[in-house]
């Protein structure tokens, strides 16, 4: 059934995504002289890749918005083979059919997970995405204006009140939002054309709030929202209107990648507190280069309702990104972030500490000096190095990000940095970690989360190709690991690894009348699997019954993290972007596929396990 409602004034907007290469200090003069329309979040992304530091870049979700127009695919491209067909058909290498806990069957795709448990009910959980179901609304803003026409990348949320077995709740339009987050974007009643960097946290009351970003493509306008959602005695989880943090419509800055937490430890002298982090982009006003990009916090006393003007973190730490807020149980406040102070050499993993709520912070700590981690090889999906952490009961601190390594390292190590091209085979992306056992002062030597796995190599599925050969022999890369710890004190990290190389010649067009290829081409062709290690005891495990295939993406755009919370019960539960679900396409960004036409396609959806082990 197709609902119309009443006509409102839109806009298109969107997001994008981050790329880590190889750090220059110095920006080109000839960079340095050209002028950048700042106005527009395609001139601000012009500016950082001409003016700043190469690893410096906004997020996924905001450079991607830069770049495309988010999620909008023509229907040529909708209606081509979805499946790989290969010269040696082999059923095995086909993308799967069906994903743990996915929401969305009508084609639209998420990514970006982030997730919490109530600290008090250990089966009530929410989890937030970018979502894109917006583009799939059956619903007309007038008799010849479908909702999805002016559809775009929304904030996005899910929630379970049985551990993660079933989750809540499909949003089918502007009258039906479900858990889309209201008040942000157009099409859910907001100001702003386009949303995304989810973030998502309790505290200590069963309150949840969901940090997002707010923002235009075309003009300034940007704000991170904060949403405060209630459950009520059923379990019906309600959001409420946003508080907006920092909104601006200078050309001369904009707040990305912001992220959220609140202290839910009822001993704490800071109970309930709501910290928000995020970056703050400076441009010059007159040519529209990029100055610094600072970690900004601002801090909420009153439950969400109003927050602190926003003050800078981690200086001189002042060329950053990434940053996540962690709460200690004894309310010590802690600060991470990728980052770097003038002319350094790397960037590295940074953190300060604030023992009085967020007032005040001592100088950063350098975690550890790294390199930023470069696509996978044979996949071309952005890649990035922001860190996650978490606190433990007792206290020690661990931080995770991803690093590149050359292959040949047998220790982490300025040595055994990759300075090679992203394309060097010799390389891979590790995922690793540190701890701090003495409150953030000094830190461990970074390992691989997950050794065994990092030092293998990829398996071949399908090979051999009769004309491309054996599959070459590359090595497993991990990466976005999230960090999460029970009460009784088990750390579990969950994360990607490419541990799958299919083969990369792969059909393009068929002959209808005999069915052979007559066209063949050479894809990237990883495929990812997520995994869970629990860092306690060494132990690991594959969560994915089937490949990822990272290919269905859009234009390489398949998040910047993914993340696990636990809860009371000592049970985690992992949220990644999985692309083994098959869809059906009515609606897509204004296109209308009527059957029997309708396409069946693979598409990111948010994937969930529960376990322990």
């Not at 023992?355 to 350098?366: I, L, M, N, R, S």
């Not at 995770?400 to 992203?422: D, E, R, V």
């Not at 007559?518 to 869970?532: E, K, P, S, T």
Request: charged residues 15%.
């Amino acid at each position: 059934m197709r609902v119309i409602i009443g006509t409102i004034a839109l806009a298109i907007a969107a997001v994008g995504c981050s790329s880590s290469a190889d750090r220059s200090t110095n920006a080109s003069s000839s960079a340095l002289t050209q002028k950048f329309d700042i106005t527009t979040l395609k001139g601000k992304a012009a500016s950082l890749r001409a003016t700043a530091p190469s690893e410096i870049r906004f997020s996924a979700r905001m450079e991607f918005a830069a770049d495309d127009d988010d999620g909008e695919t023509s229907p040529d491209a909708l209606l081509a083979p979805g499946s790989d067909l290969f010269a040696v058909p082999n059923p095995a290498l086909l993308d799967g059919n069906a994903i743990l806990g996915a929401q969305d069957h009508g084609g639209a795709p998420q990514n970006e997970t982030s997730v919490a448990v109530d600290p008090n009910n250990p089966n009530r959980i929410v989890a937030g995405a970018n979502d894109y179901v917006t583009g799939t609304w059956d619903c007309f803003l007038a008799p010849a204006f479908p909702c999805s026409a002016i559809a775009d990348g929304y904030s996005g949320s899910y929630f379970s009140n049985d551990g993660g077995k079933t989750w809540c709740c499909a949003s089918s339009d502007p009258a039906h939002l479900g858990t889309l987050i209201p008040g942000v974007e157009h099409l859910t009643g907001g100001q702003y054309d386009a949303g995304g960097d989810p973030s998502v946290t309790f505290d200590s009351r069963g309150r949840v709030y969901y940090a997002g970003l707010g923002f235009n493509r075309a003009s300034p306008p940007n704000a991170v929202a904060v949403n405060r959602g209630t459950f009520d005695a059923a379990g019906n989880l309600t959001w409420g209107p946003p508080t907006f943090v920092a909104q601006t419509t200078a050309p001369s800055h904009i707040d990305d990648k912001e992220w959220i937490a609140a202290d839910k430890s009822p001993t704490s002298p800071f109970r309930d507190r709501v910290y928000v982090t995020f970056t703050r982009f400076l441009f010059n006003p007159v040519t529209g280069a990029y100055v610094q990009s600072p970690i900004m916090i601002a801090v909420s006393k009153d439950n969400g309702a109003t927050f602190t003007d926003p003050a800078i973190v981690g200086a001189p730490a002042v060329f950053s990104q990434g940053s996540r807020p962690l709460v200690a149980p004894d309310g010590t406040l802690y600060v991470i972030f990728s980052g770097s102070p003038p002319n350094g050499r790397f960037n590295s993993t940074w953190i300060a500490k604030s023992t009085d709520g967020g007032a005040t912070f001592a100088p950063p700590v350098k975690i550890a000096d790294r390199l930023g981690a470069t696509p996978p090889n044979d996949a071309a999906f952005r890649m990035n190095s922001f860190p996650s952490g978490v606190v433990a009961p007792d206290g020690t601190l661990y931080v995770a990000w991803t690093a590149k390594m050359n292959n040949s390292a047998t220790a982490y190590s300025i040595a055994g940095f990759c300075l090679a091209p992203a394309t060097n085979a010799d390389c891979h992306q590790s995922a690793v970690f540190s701890r701090s056992t003495d409150k953030g002062a000094t830190w461990s030597t970074p390992r691989p989360i997950n050794p065994a796995l990092d030092a293998s190599t990829r398996t071949p599925d399908g090979y051999v190709d009769p004309v491309e050969g054996t599959p070459p022999v590359r090595r497993v890369d991990t990466f976005w690991a999230g960090l999460t710890a029970t009460p009784a004190g088990t750390i579990y990290s969950s994360y990607y690894g490419a541990d799958v190389e299919s083969p990369r010649r792969v059909c393009a067009r068929v002959n209808p009348a005999t069915g052979a290829c007559v066209q063949f081409v050479f894809l990237n062709n990883a495929r990812l699997d997520y995994f869970a290690t629990n860092l306690t005891t060494g132990t690991s495990r594959k969560l994915t019954a089937h490949p990822i295939n990272p290919r269905y993406s859009f234009s390489g755009f398949i998040g910047d993290y993914t993340d696990l919370a636990a809860g009371s019960d000592g049970v985690f539960h992992a949220l990644w972007a999985d692309t083994n679900a098959k869809q059906t396409v009515h609606w897509f960004f204004g296109t209308e596929f009527i059957a029997p036409n309708q396409p069946v396609i693979n598409q990111q959806d948010v994937a969930v396990f529960n376990g322990s082990f």
